[in-house]
């Protein structure tokens, strides 16, 4: 095939502008993120799904997964019953005693528990003397004082919830260490004087215990 100079130059000079627009095209980026020109965007970008949502991609819809049943409780994990409510503090007094057998483990890993999240304001005997309890507007009450005779139930109940300016531990202790701590807690509140709660609001004690369902 003959092909003339002037037509030949044309070829190659088109060819020169094409790769030239192309490299401008895939290498002049806005994006520093942005691979260039993609020809097949949908390889490289694919879209993100997030779980428990439904999502439309184009005319298709797509449920990344299904939400479990209303009131699912997870294998493993018992829930708590009593509310964060004055009622369900004192039912929790009355009612909630502590499954773990005491033991010379359970009471070192209570020391161990106790020094980790709850000496800075209890201080070292519980007797509300810690660093930053003393900077508290009211430190805490002695647990061989005013708390001696307050009850394993009241005590996990505080744990898990909290009381006055002490925060929930629930998300930091679980049920068993929580339970352990009661159980430090109760040697740092000595021998009990009374049968009795000292603590209990006898209207509250004395009506039936509200639960959560």
């Known amino acids: 095939m003959n092909i003339s100079y002037k037509n030949l130059k044309l070829i190659i000079c088109g060819t020169f502008a094409v790769i030239l627009v192309a490299g401008f095209t895939s290498c002049g980026k806005k994006d520093l993120n942005s691979p260039g020109f993609e020809f097949m965007p949908d390889m490289y970008r694919s879209p993100s799904v997030e779980n428990y949502g439904t999502y439309m991609i184009g005319d298709d819809t797509l449920n990344s997964a299904m939400l479990p049943v209303k009131g699912t409780i997870c294998r493993g ?22 499954p773990l057998p005491l033991t010379e483990k359970i009471d070192k ?30 430190p805490p009450p002695a647990y061989s004082g005013p708390l001696k005779n307050l009850p394993e139930g009241k005590i996990f109940h505080s744990i898990t919830y909290g009381k006055g ?30 049968v009795t709660d000292s603590t209990a609001n006898p209207a509250m004690a004395a ?3 509200t639960l959560a369902k």
């Open 77 to 98: 994990y018992m829930p708590y019953v009593y509310e964060n409510t004055k009622e369900g503090y004192e039912a929790a007094g009355m009612y909630l005693k502590n």
């Open 109 to 138: 890993e209570g020391e161990i528990l106790f020094g980790k999240f709850c000496i800075h304001c209890h201080g070292v005997g519980g007797m509300g003397d810690g660093l930053v309890g003393a900077k508290l507007p009211g």
């Open 165 to 194: 300016t002490m925060g929930n531990h629930a998300s930091l202790l679980n049920t068993q260490e929580r339970w352990t701590l009661v159980h430090y807690v109760q040697k740092l509140q000595g021998p009990k004087t009374v």
């Open 207 to 209: 009506s039936t215990p």
